[in-house]
């Protein structure tokens, strides 16, 4: 049958490759997160040019990521994994010879540039790769993959950087792509692009029209919108109601675990049919909504709250989302389809942070938790109006 996924003994082995290519794209994005002060970050001078090498990372990302899914669907998502992750290593071995900072801005766009490539490609590859029945299985366990790259990407960065600087900690990234590439090689089998009709501008945009795209897509933004701000001002939340560094890094840590334990959970529950798309999407929103309105309570126990429903509403809707755009999109389109969806998680990642962050500037930052809790807990509310509707 066109597009069924080669035989294999083990279909679970095929997917472990792409996991690592998920944690790779997450560890590679924030792994520097934590580079400032360290021994030898004189090229870290200030939280600007932090800011600044985090966003030509996301940057590079959402300008490419539509761009290199559709060359998956034209050559085969394969060979663009493979070649991202290659170009990942380069990129990264660039900085760890050069070890200038004019090197470092370009090493980062070169990372970001890579990422582009290989991230929508391995998630192709899930859907492709896996029964159609188990895609909610596949992607909770890349999604918990990726999470695990961005929970330790700081801490495990900033271990390097303790220990070696910048250029040991772009060297082990490197490292760890030619690692996750060579596995790839051996591991993932030859997936043929398929054949595919002719395609305008006009019909693409009446595809990405469709609810079956555009209702996952904006969940999976909102629900990185609310994971973002969550680990960006749930600790100036703790640090203004008095609490100390260990306090809100752990609430942090407890967003991140909740929300990588949870997904696997969540696509079980889909593939045995315990949940649906729309219910499970409603309610994952409902449970974020909720977290962000919890960080409004005083003291511990409300930063803790949220920190555990904004991971949990997180974990809920990722794997569900991309299940759901993997069943609803034509096989030979779909890593187009990821690249796009891709591109409207960075939107959300972006987005959440600046429309809370600018709330807070006329208002205070509890009414910026406020409001983005509205859009998130308004959007269930529409899709049961959608429902009772037909």
């Known amino acids: 049958m066109a597009g069924r996924p080669p035989a294999d003994e083990h279909p679970g ?3 472990w490759p792409l996991y690592a290519a998920g944690f790779t794209t997450a560890f590679g994005a924030h792994g520097v997160a934590a580079s400032l002060g360290g021994p030898s970050s004189e090229a870290v001078t200030s939280l600007l040019v932090l800011g600044g090498l985090l966003a030509l990372y996301d940057g590079a990302e959402v300008l490419l990521k539509p761009l290199f899914g559709t060359l998956a669907d034209r050559i085969g998502a394969r060979p663009v994994l493979l070649g991202g992750l290659v170009a990942f290593a380069a990129a990264s071995a660039l900085y760890a010879v050069a070890d200038s900072s004019g090197w470092l801005w370009a090493a980062r766009l070169g990372q970001g540039a890579a990422a582009s490539a290989f991230s929508p490609s391995a998630s192709a590859l899930v859907a492709r ?5 188990r895609h909610g299985r596949a992607f909770g366990g890349y999604g918990f993959y990726k999470s695990l790259g961005y929970t330790l990407g700081p801490l495990l960065g900033g271990v390097l950087v303790w220990a070696g600087g910048l250029r040991l900690l772009f060297a082990v990234m490197a490292v760890l792509a030619v690692a996750v590439a060579g596995w790839a090689a051996l591991a993932v089998p030859a997936v043929p692009p398929l054949p595919r009709t002719r395609q305008t501008v006009v019909d693409l945009g009446r595809r990405l029209a469709e609810r079956t795209f555009w ?4 969940a999976l933004a ?8 969550g680990v960006g001002f749930l600790p100036v939340t703790g640090a203004v109601a008095g609490l100390g560094p260990v306090a809100t890094g752990a609430a942090v840590s407890v967003l991140a675990a909740c929300a990588a334990v949870v997904q696997p959970v969540a696509g079980r529950a889909f593939d045995a049919g315990r949940i649906t798309t729309r219910s499970g ?3 994952g929103l409902a449970v974020a909504a909720a977290g962000l309105a919890c960080a409004l309570l005083p003291g511990l126990a409300g930063l803790l709250a949220a920190a555990v429903l904004i991971g949990a509403g997180t974990g809920l ?3 569900l989302g991309f299940a759901a755009l993997a069943a609803s999109t034509p096989r030979e389109r779909l890593g187009q389809t990821m690249g796009t969806a891709e591109l409207g998680r960075e939107l959300g990642d972006a987005g959440g942070p600046l429309l809370v962050a600018g709330v807070a500037t006329v208002a205070t ?5 406020a409001a983005l809790a509205l859009l998130l807990a308004v959007a269930p509310v529409v899709m049961l109006a959608g429902r009772l509707r037909r």
């Open 281 to 283: 999407l409603g309610l």
């Open 317 to 319: 809707i990722t794997p």
């Open 365 to 369: 930052l509890a009414h910026g938790y």
């Open 13 to 15: 082995r095929r997917l």
């Open 222 to 229: 909102a629900a990185t919108a609310a994971l973002s701000v």
């Open 129 to 133: 790769l896996s029964p159609a029945a």
């Open 215 to 218: 209702q996952p897509t904006a």
